[in-house]
């Protein structure tokens, strides 16, 4: 063997003795962990109370970081870059799933940069029509969607949202006329709902609750695999004859990739035990998720299919970021 070539074997023996031994004592700093959005909302509000619950039982302190910005991708893009060590953790939605498709120049691979850790939880999308509109199941709904001329008008926070995404399946799956009225976040599409200014949305159960529960907005059909337990009485969009058609905005935890199994497993081992908290569990029913708690395999797998769904949704709605 030549001496560049021990050289070389040395140099990364030395890195990955280093990892180990890092990995071994870990964590034994700070753990920062990224929000791609603002402070205040869902995916910060439960980002920073499993980072609480993280942090008790690790002895270590969690920064909870919110980078938002350009949707999801400012975030994501630096802890793809980050080194492989566990100090820079990654708490985001079903918008990291979509982001692959909906972006043409994306800095990083959303799959293959990442390194799934936990799915914490998930918020449902629900069909909702405003009182006016006068359906009361999905079929009368379908039935006026494909005879209205002019179709009906279905609001999303936004472009390439889970929401929008899910409104281009089910127009694909069902053949209606659907006229996308996209707007800036959840609340001036719900007051435009209850307003009458436009007749139905695939909404976040979380932000669509409270009127579902006040009889001021519809609930048609919750696009989930079971009944919520905070709306009992609204079908599955199975039950109420959509076949499989599934559709929810969700909570995961990520690391860079390569993160070393060891350190995945003393996050995932950690946050299991915060999220079946009966507490932990009790706040986020009150807003509307479910909480999930997998593990990384089986957030893996979700990761991957859920992201050849939403291509297949963005191919069909049009939608594209530059």
Request: charged residues 15%; glycine residues 6%.
């Amino acid at each position: 063997m030549t001496f560049k070539k021990l050289s070389v074997f040395a140099g990364l023996s030395c890195v990955l003795f280093s990892t180990l031994a890092n990995a071994a004592g870990y964590p034994d700093q700070p753990i920062n962990l990224v929000v791609p959005y603002a402070a205040g909302g869902a995916t910060d509000v439960i980002a920073r109370l499993v980072a609480t619950d993280i942090s008790k039982d690790l002895g270590q302190t969690i920064v909870v970081v919110n980078k938002p910005g350009a949707g999801t991708t400012v975030a994501a893009a630096e802890v793809a870059r980050s080194e492989s060590d566990g100090y820079k953790l990654y708490m985001t939605t079903a918008a990291h799933t979509i982001s692959g498709s909906l972006y043409k120049n994306l800095s990083y691979d959303p799959i293959a940069d990442f390194t799934p850790i936990t799915l914490v939880a998930r918020i449902p999308i629900v069909l909702v029509t405003a009182p006016e509109l006068n359906v009361k199941t999905l079929d009368e709904y379908i039935k006026y969607a494909k005879n209205r001329p002019e179709g009906v008008t279905v609001g999303s926070p936004g472009n390439g949202s889970p929401q929008h995404l899910t409104q281009a399946l089910f127009k694909e799956r069902t053949g209606t006329k659907l006229v996308h009225i996209p707007y800036r976040g959840d609340a001036p599409m719900i007051n435009d709902l209850l307003g009458g200014q436009v007749e139905s949305a695939f909404v976040t159960l979380s932000a669509a609750l409270p009127y579902i529960q006040s009889n001021t907005l519809t609930a048609i059909a919750v696009a989930n695999p079971t009944r919520i337990a905070a709306i009992p009485d609204v079908p599955t969009m199975t039950e109420a004859g959509l076949n499989d058609f599934s559709a929810a905005t969700w909570f995961g935890l990520f690391g860079p990739k390569n993160l070393p199994a060891s350190v995945s497993e003393t996050i995932f081992k950690s946050s299991h035990k915060a999220v079946a908290e009966p507490e932990f569990t009790k706040r986020l029913e009150a807003m509307g998720a479910e909480v999930v708690n997998s593990a990384p395999a089986d957030f893996q797998k979700l990761v991957v299919n859920e992201a050849a769904q939403w291509a297949t949704a963005v191919k069909a709605s049009g939608a594209q970021v530059d």
